[in-house]
């Protein structure tokens, strides 16, 4: 990851990231890549969404 990309911290169950991490050695990414790629995922929807509203 380059240093233009920002980190950011934060707390989530354990539980979680244990699946998490089950799900991210499937897709053969990363932790952070199969985070980025959820929240891109999720951002999108959203602006789908929002163009259906309009």
């Known amino acids: 990851m380059s240093r233009e990309h920002q980190q950011v911290n934060f707390r989530m169950p354990h539980e ?8 991210s050695k ?12 959820i929240v891109e995922e999720w951002l999108e929807k959203q602006k789908q969404k929002e ?3 309009a």
């Open 16 to 23: 979680i990231v244990e699946e998490l991490k089950i799900e």
């Open 26 to 37: 499937k897709e053969k990414r990363s932790v952070t890549a199969q985070l980025n790629a």
């Open 51 to 53: 163009s259906a509203k």
